[in-house]
């Protein structure tokens, strides 16, 4: 129990507790950093190129054969990469359905196209793994996989967010936060730009049909 000496003396009437400031200044800092995120997000996904690191570069990592798989062996094609893992319950599924879809509806332009999936979760991830599941969405998808330091290179590359969340006390009792954009790269392997991955397959398709020839 707290004796009279312990307690702290009252504010005058009328002054706003110490804590209740601090929790005012943070939440103002709080809106306009979400503001200028927004509208950095905003100008990054609307293409612009002008601010910022560039997007994409050379990478090195293992197709679904076990085989070495690098960003040459993408040259002379467009190409479309998502980065997500096997493992994701909703996000990752739809998104390659979508794409999958978007490029049925391409037509013959689909054949100037290569979809990649590159997974952040190479611990369980494995090519076996990528295999199967890639296989599931379309039978041209690229699925790859690595390192975990080959993954982390190329998704500093490509400005890539994720984290494991875990969900439990088990080795794989965890999920993965990620950032959700599809990437347009050049025949030349140079990034185009972005696509919105939760736009649907008719959008995909237009958005990919502006860039190719």
Same mark, same amino acid.
């Given at each position: 129990?707290?004796?009279?000496?312990?307690? !702290?003396?009252?504010?005058?009437?009328?002054?706003?507790? $110490?804590g209740n400031g601090?929790?005012? &200044?943070?939440?103002?800092g709080l809106f *306009?950093?979400?503001?200028?995120?927004? @509208?950095?997000?905003?100008?990054?996904? #609307?293409?612009s190129s002008s601010? #910022?690191?560039?997007?994409?570069?050379?990478? @090195?990592?293992?197709?679904?054969?076990?085989?070495?798989?690098?960003?040459?062996?993408?040259?002379?094609? =467009?190409?479309?990469?998502? *980065?997500?893992?096997?493992?994701?319950?909703?996000?990752?599924?739809?998104? &390659?359905?979508?794409?999958?879809?978007?490029?049925?509806?391409?037509?013959?332009?689909? !054949?100037?196209? %290569? +979809?990649?999936?590159?997974?952040?979760?190479? %611990?369980?991830?494995? +090519?076996? /793994?990528? !295999?199967? =599941?890639?296989?599931?969405?379309?039978?041209?998808?690229?699925? &790859?996989?690595?390192?975990?330091?080959?993954?982390?290179?190329?998704?500093? $590359? *490509?400005?890539? =967010?994720?984290?494991?969340? %875990?969900?439990?006390?088990?080795?794989?009792?965890?999920?993965?936060?990620?950032?959700? /954009?599809?990437?347009?790269?050049?025949?030349?392997?140079?990034?185009?730009?972005?696509?919105?991955?939760? @736009?649907? @397959?008719?959008?995909?398709?237009?958005?990919?049909?502006?860039? &190719?020839?």
């Amino acid at each position: 129990m707290s004796t009279p000496t312990d307690r !702290k003396p009252s504010r005058p009437s009328g002054t706003p507790p $110490e804590g209740n400031g601090k929790f005012l &200044l943070g939440m103002i800092g709080l809106f *306009f950093g979400v503001l200028l995120l927004g @509208a950095g997000a905003t100008m990054w996904l #609307g293409g612009s190129s002008s601010m #910022g690191p560039a997007i994409g570069g050379p990478f @090195a990592l293992t197709d679904t054969g076990g085989k070495p798989f690098t960003d040459k062996d993408l040259r002379g094609s =467009y190409a479309v990469l998502y *980065f997500g893992y096997t493992f994701c319950p909703d996000v990752c599924p739809t998104t &390659l359905n979508q794409l999958a879809e978007a490029l049925d509806r391409l037509g013959p332009k689909a !054949k100037l196209v %290569r +979809p990649v999936f590159i997974t952040i979760d190479p %611990r369980r991830d494995t +090519p076996g /793994v990528m !295999k199967q =599941y890639v296989q599931a969405f379309s039978p041209d998808l690229i699925g &790859l996989t690595g390192t975990e330091a080959q993954i982390g290179s190329v998704a500093r $590359e *490509f400005r890539v =967010y994720y984290a494991p969340h %875990r969900t439990g006390d088990g080795p794989n009792d965890y999920t993965m936060d990620h950032s959700s /954009v599809l990437y347009l790269i050049g025949p030349d392997g140079k990034f185009i730009a972005p696509l919105r991955a939760d @736009a649907g @397959a008719e959008q995909i398709a237009a958005d990919l049909s502006r860039h &190719l020839p």
